[in-house]
């Protein structure tokens, strides 16, 4: 349970960071990062899975590839479902956001959390 908190703090900061970067990706607020990523991690355990399976192909393909655009649906599922409170733009901005989330998550998960967590 504490893991999965702070994996929505971290993904709510990367989300905050990733609005700051890109022009057009629009948080208002901290708690609407926290509650987009709330909602993001929702997607991922109940939608993702299902996206996966139906793009398999497409994905074995693109050798994994594809993932990211799956992870890009996912945030503008995610920015659908959030309204004015968190926008993003385009389709190449969901999928930019999604690399760049991607990436740092997993820095961040491996490099900081998982040596705390061995201590």
Known sequence: MIKWAVSILVNALLLIVIAGYFDSVHISSIGA???????????????????????????VVTLGLFLFVVNAITLMMTAALMGSSFQIDGFGTAIWASVVLSVFHLLIQKGILEPLQKR
């Open 33 to 59: 990062a926290v509650i987009a990523s709330l909602i993001l991690s929702v997607l991922n355990v109940l939608i993702k899975p299902i996206i996966i399976i139906l793009t398999l192909p497409v994905t």
